[in-house]
Nanobody, 123 residues
């Protein structure tokens, strides 16, 4: 099992930027696909972005494409989400997640989740 801890959330004005970080501990970090999800009040958790084990493959939800950038540093056992041009619709709790070991990029089978970090975008 992998333990995850997100950080970097906060309050930002529309048009601003934030960078979220997720630190992992436990099982070997360099193997699995890592991802970011978010959940807004009254809505279901939704996919935001994912990144392959070596960072060569990335995928984004259409709603954040061109504004958010996912990256990872396996030496630091960390994954990041750079969020630019934020708007009020981005307000949510953001979670990082780790896929099953050796799972493919297309079907990573996210199974471990952090407690989340709140991002609030004001108009």
């Amino acid at each position: 099992q992998v333990q995850l801890q997100e950080s970097g959330g906060g309050l930002v004005q529309a048009g601003g930027s934030l960078t979220l970080s997720c630190a992992a501990s436990g099982r070997t970090f360099s193997d699995p696909v890592m991802g970011w999800f978010r959940q807004a009040p009254g809505k279901e958790r939704e996919f935001v972005a994912k990144i392959s084990a070596r960072g060569s493959l990335k995928s984004y939800a259409d709603s954040v494409k061109g504004r958010f950038t996912i990256s990872r540093d396996n030496a630091k056992k960390s994954v990041y989400l750079q969020m630019d041009s934020l708007n009020v619709e981005d307000t949510a709790v953001y979670y990082c997640a780790v896929g099953r070991p050796t799972a493919s990029f297309s079907t990573p089978g996210f199974q471990d989740w952090g407690p989340g970090t709140q991002v609030t975008v004001s108009s």
